[in-house]
């Protein structure tokens, strides 16, 4: 029942998440993404539309002033190149138009819809613009006509690189297309420069070289830019400026170009005159300006779609795709309440069986109720609305039907091995019984101390093996076949118990007569104090003692086994008092702590108490609370419980013959011993008569007290030195019955 001391090791395993947990985790995870997924494109699609309303906002705000600007800027180019007498009228319309982009250029909701790279440029015209003033100066003062010319086409080209950023939509296809009209639309302006020197020209006049070079240099680059744009144009929008490429108008005008550029304006018959070319641009300009209207148009037809694609996606990812997100997202959560809900309904079912229905079966079992397998039978409580859970359920409903079977096939195998106990208990019983007796008369008839000595080891080896035939009994869960009609002293049954264990020798009895056990539970009280008694004797050393004391306490009667061992650690000590409290169900397999079951078994079949604790001497004390119920106070004195062995008190001074055994009942279930009759004579219990003092005097003459014995020089001798007289007593008393004439002074022949 005890052992040696073992570490004792523990730990907590892994946190295990609830069903709903990683239930949430897995719907969680696949919504996450989706999220993700829906946030990348709603903001993608979001950048571009915001990009393409910012792109309107700058078209709508800056396009027409822009435009507006180009033109006042050529016009009032003309002029002062030519010093135009209606210069002044030209400088106020275009301060005006300056003014009105401003105005639009600088708000706060065109600054706003502005990148960086929009605000450098718009920045940097603002700054060419205020150098207007002393570039007017510079005309009226009167400057060359190239230089002034010159001067306002950087304002122009100005212009130019803000229109450049101006795209309504963020494409590539209009982007390049937006910025191959700018190439035609700077080709245009650079026919504007030819015209307004030309212009200068006095009637008939002619370029001087630095004229000739800044003509030559403009038609070159207009020519450049001309076929640039037409290269960036697409298919449509190309073959539409070719329909303006091969008109008369721009024909003549590029025939005229190339002769001026070879000849010169008013050089002779060859050349071009000032009136023919002026009647060239007269026709030219108009037809151009309506080409690139139609051109502006188609493109403007063409973007118009593309940003109509950006608000779709926007709309579609945003909206639609938010809309999907929400379905999920609650088709999720409904999906998951649902889920949730069943798994809840099987977890409770699963608790149910595992913690109610299953322990119910089991505790009737071990109960010895007869349990129907219809309980196996029974659906689990609860509905699940999910196939997969109801799948589960199936299994569990099966788990069930199978846990119930083993449940019921396993009690009626342990009933079965109760059985098989029972048997064997009863026969070896019966057996041990005829032993016992035979030992008696054995011991009866022992002539020498040696044979009546291993008489009483033999004796006293049955009585062991009975205890353990006995404990077969008490496992099964049986009564025990041994009973007493009368309560009994628990000095007689601490000795009995001491007899019923091997190494007697070194237990002390420390018993006050106070208190009796009642007849119904003698047995079980000497076979529960002899387990702890040879408990204590096993697991303590040789050479130490072990003392039971017994006295009488407010709850009953306690009894006190204290050995003087190694001990036990604290979670041994309390795992062992917890089996003591709570009996465990016994396990064949478990075999080596059996005096601990035994001792549960009994001490839970008659309420009493036993709890193992450390002692003073650093063994271990076992203490044994025998409830009032089970106790007789001041019973009358019985004679001594035969344990079948003599006990290891000292032999009285003078006895006639071995003691005997009393007669043993021929079958083990026998209701009463009469070896404590308070009537038996010393035939019937095999001792001598003792004379008791007082005993001739009338009860109202008897002392409570007895005077103290006179003192003397006797020695009491021990138990060896008693059994040889007394077995050499009997031989001699043998021989003189027998009428034997051998001579008594013949010591050869004595025992």
Same mark, same amino acid.
């Given at each position: 029942?005890?052992?040696?001391?073992?570490?004792?090791?523990?730990?907590?395993?892994?946190?295990?998440?609830?069903?709903?947990?990683?239930?949430?985790?897995?719907?969680?995870?696949?919504?996450?993404?989706?999220?993700?997924?829906?946030?990348?494109?709603?903001?993608?699609?979001?950048?571009?539309?915001?990009?393409?309303?910012?792109?309107?906002?700058?078209?709508?705000?800056?396009?027409?002033?822009?435009?507006?600007?180009?033109?006042?800027?050529?016009?009032?180019?003309?002029?002062?190149?030519?010093?135009?007498?209606?210069?002044?009228?030209?400088?106020?319309?275009?301060?005006?138009?300056?003014?009105?982009?401003?105005?639009?250029?600088?708000?706060?909701?065109?600054?706003?819809?502005?990148?960086?790279?929009?605000?450098?440029?718009?920045?940097?015209?603002?700054?060419?613009?205020?150098?207007?003033?002393?570039?007017?100066?510079?005309?009226?003062?009167?400057?060359?006509?190239?230089?002034?010319?010159?001067?306002?086409?950087?304002?122009?080209?100005?212009?130019?690189?803000?229109?450049?950023?101006?795209?309504?939509?963020?494409?590539?296809?209009?982007?390049?297309?937006?910025?191959?009209?700018?190439?035609?639309?700077?080709?245009?302006?650079?026919?504007?420069?030819?015209?307004?020197?030309?212009?200068?020209?006095?009637?008939?006049?002619?370029?001087?070289?630095?004229?000739?070079?800044?003509?030559?240099?403009?038609?070159?680059?207009?020519?450049?830019?001309?076929?640039?744009?037409?290269?960036?144009?697409?298919?449509?929008?190309?073959?539409?400026?070719?329909?303006?490429?091969?008109?008369?108008?721009?024909?003549?005008?590029?025939?005229?170009?190339?002769?001026?550029?070879?000849?010169?304006?008013?050089?002779?018959?060859?050349?071009?005159?000032?009136?023919?070319?002026?009647?060239?641009?007269?026709?030219?300009?108009?037809?151009?300006?309506?080409?690139?209207?139609?051109?502006?148009?188609?493109?403007?037809?063409?973007?118009?779609?593309?940003?109509?694609?950006?608000?779709?996606?926007?709309?579609?990812?945003?909206?639609?795709?938010?809309?999907?997100?929400?379905?999920?997202?609650?088709?999720?959560?409904?999906?998951?309440?649902?889920?949730?809900?069943?798994?809840?309904?099987?977890?409770?079912?699963?608790?149910?069986?595992?913690?109610?229905?299953?322990?119910?079966?089991?505790?009737?079992?071990?109960?010895?109720?007869?349990?129907?397998?219809?309980?196996?039978?029974?659906?689990?409580?609860?509905?699940?609305?999910?196939?997969?859970?109801?799948?589960?359920?199936?299994?569990?409903?099966?788990?069930?039907?199978?846990?119930?079977?083993?449940?019921?096939?396993?009690?009626?195998?342990?009933?079965?091995?109760?059985?098989?106990?029972?048997?064997?208990?009863?026969?070896?019983?019966?057996?041990?019984?005829?032993?016992?007796?035979?030992?008696?008369?054995?011991?009866?008839?022992?002539?020498?101390?040696?044979?009546?000595?291993?008489?009483?080891?033999?004796?006293?080896?049955?009585?062991?093996?009975?205890?353990?035939?006995?404990?077969?009994?008490?496992?099964?869960?049986?009564?025990?076949?041994?009973?007493?009609?009368?309560?009994?002293?628990?000095?007689?049954?601490?000795?009995?118990?001491?007899?019923?264990?091997?190494?007697?020798?070194?237990?002390?009895?420390?018993?006050?007569?106070?208190?009796?056990?009642?007849?119904?539970?003698?047995?079980?009280?000497?076979?529960?104090?002899?387990?702890?008694?040879?408990?204590?004797?096993?697991?303590?050393?040789?050479?130490?003692?072990?003392?039971?004391?017994?006295?009488?306490?407010?709850?009953?009667?306690?009894?006190?086994?204290?050995?003087?061992?190694?001990?036990?650690? @604290?979670?041994?000590? !309390?795992?062992?008092? /917890? #089996?003591? &409290?709570?009996? +465990?169900?016994?396990?064949? *397999?478990?075999?080596? =702590?059996?005096?601990?079951?035994?001792?549960?078994?009994?001490?839970?079949?008659?309420?009493?108490?036993?709890?193992?604790?450390?002692?003073?001497?650093?063994?271990?004390?076992?203490?044994?609370?025998?409830?009032?119920?089970?106790?007789?106070?001041?019973?009358?004195?019985?004679?001594?419980?035969?344990?079948?062995?003599?006990?290891?008190?000292?032999? @009285?001074?003078?006895? !006639?013959?071995?003691? /005997? #055994?009393? &007669?043993?009942? +021929?079958?083990?279930?026998? *209701?009463?011993?009469? =070896?404590?009759?308070?009537?038996?004579?010393?035939?019937?219990?095999?001792?001598?008569?003792?004379?008791?003092?007082?005993?001739?005097?009338?009860?109202?003459?008897?002392?409570?007290?007895?005077?103290?014995?006179?003192?003397?020089?006797?020695?009491?001798?021990?138990?060896?030195?008693?059994?040889?007289?007394?077995?050499?007593?009997?031989?001699?008393?043998?021989?003189?019955?027998?009428?034997?004439?051998?001579?008594?002074?013949?010591?050869?022949?004595?025992?």
């Amino acid at each position: 029942m005890r052992g040696r001391r073992s570490s004792a090791k523990g730990g907590s395993g892994p946190r295990v998440l609830p069903v709903s947990g990683r239930l949430a985790i897995l719907l969680v995870l696949p919504l996450a993404s989706l999220i993700i997924l829906w946030s990348f494109a709603a903001v993608t699609t979001l950048t571009a539309a915001l990009t393409k309303f910012d792109f309107d906002t700058q078209y709508d705000n800056m396009g027409l002033p822009t435009a507006a600007v180009i033109d006042a800027m050529q016009k009032e180019r003309a002029s002062a190149a030519a010093h135009s007498p209606k210069f002044g009228e030209q400088v106020a319309y275009t301060d005006g138009i300056v003014q009105a982009f401003r105005d639009s250029a600088f708000s706060d909701e065109t600054q706003d819809a502005m990148n960086d790279m929009s605000r450098a440029r718009v920045k940097a015209l603002n700054d060419v613009l205020l150098d207007l003033t002393a570039l007017r100066g510079k005309a009226s003062d009167g400057s060359g006509a190239v230089e002034i010319i010159d001067e306002y086409s950087r304002i122009v080209e100005n212009v130019f690189e803000v229109l450049s950023g101006m795209v309504s939509v963020d494409d590539m296809d209009a982007f390049r297309n937006s910025n191959a009209v700018l190439h035609v639309l700077y080709s245009h302006d650079l026919m504007l420069r030819e015209s307004a020197l030309i212009a200068t020209l006095p009637e008939g006049g002619k370029f001087d070289s630095v004229q000739r070079g800044a003509f030559n240099g403009w038609a070159d680059s207009r020519d450049k830019m001309f076929r640039f744009g037409a290269a960036g144009l697409d298919d449509d929008l190309r073959a539409k400026l070719d329909e303006f490429a091969k008109s008369p108008e721009f024909a003549g005008f590029v025939t005229y170009e190339k002769n001026i550029r070879l000849n010169g304006v008013n050089a002779g018959k060859a050349s071009v005159t000032a009136a023919q070319w002026k009647q060239v641009i007269a026709k030219v300009e108009p037809a151009w300006y309506l080409n690139m209207g139609e051109i502006s148009t188609m493109l403007d037809d063409r973007i118009a779609p593309v940003g109509d694609q950006i608000m779709l996606r926007f709309y579609a990812a945003g909206g639609i795709g938010l809309i999907a997100v929400v379905a999920s997202v609650l088709l999720s959560v409904r999906f998951a309440r649902s889920m949730t809900g069943d798994l809840r309904v099987l977890e409770s079912a699963a608790h149910t069986l595992a913690d109610e229905r299953l322990p119910d079966v089991v505790a009737r079992l071990r109960a010895g109720e007869n349990v129907d397998t219809s309980l196996a039978e029974q659906p689990l409580p609860g509905g699940a609305r999910t196939k997969e859970v109801a799948s589960v359920a199936e299994a569990f409903a099966t788990v069930q039907h199978t846990a119930v079977d083993v449940a019921i096939g396993e009690a009626r195998l342990r009933r079965s091995i109760g059985r098989v106990f029972v048997n064997l208990s009863w026969r070896s019983q019966g057996l041990l019984q005829r032993q016992l007796q035979l030992l008696d008369t054995m011991e009866r008839r022992a002539s020498s101390p040696e044979e009546l000595d291993d008489l009483f080891k033999l004796d006293h080896l049955t009585t062991r093996m009975r205890r353990h035939a006995e404990g077969l009994v008490i496992l099964s869960g049986e009564p025990t076949v041994r009973a007493f009609d009368h309560p009994v002293p628990i000095e007689d049954v601490v000795r009995a118990a001491i007899g019923e264990v091997e190494d007697y020798t070194r237990v002390e009895p420390a018993v006050s007569r106070s208190s009796s056990i009642t007849g119904a539970v003698v047995a079980d009280v000497i076979h529960l104090l002899a387990e702890l008694i040879e408990n204590a004797t096993v697991f303590s050393p040789p050479g130490t003692e072990v003392l039971v004391k017994a006295e009488t306490v407010a709850n009953g009667l306690a009894v006190e086994i204290i050995d003087r061992g190694l001990g036990l650690y @604290p979670d041994q000590l !309390a795992e062992l008092n /917890r #089996r003591l &409290a709570e009996p +465990p169900e016994f396990d064949l *397999a478990d075999s080596d =702590r059996l005096g601990l079951f035994v001792v549960a078994r009994l001490a839970a079949r008659h309420n009493i108490r036993v709890a193992l604790q450390p002692s003073a001497y650093g063994g271990t004390t076992a203490v044994v609370l025998i409830p009032s119920s089970l106790t007789v106070q001041d019973a009358p004195s019985r004679p001594a419980v035969d344990a079948g062995r003599p006990t290891p008190q000292p032999a @009285p001074a003078v006895t !006639a013959v071995p003691e /005997r #055994r009393p &007669a043993p009942l +021929p079958a083990p279930a026998r *209701a009463a011993d009469n =070896r404590f009759e308070p009537d038996a004579t010393p035939e019937q219990t095999g001792r001598l008569p003792r004379r008791r003092k007082q005993q001739s005097m009338a009860p109202q003459l008897r002392t409570s007290t007895t005077p103290p014995p006179p003192e003397d020089d006797f020695e009491e001798p021990d138990p060896e030195s008693s059994r040889a007289l007394m077995s050499s007593l009997q031989y001699g008393w043998a021989l003189g019955r027998d009428g034997q004439g051998d001579d008594p002074t013949d010591e050869r022949k004595r025992p």
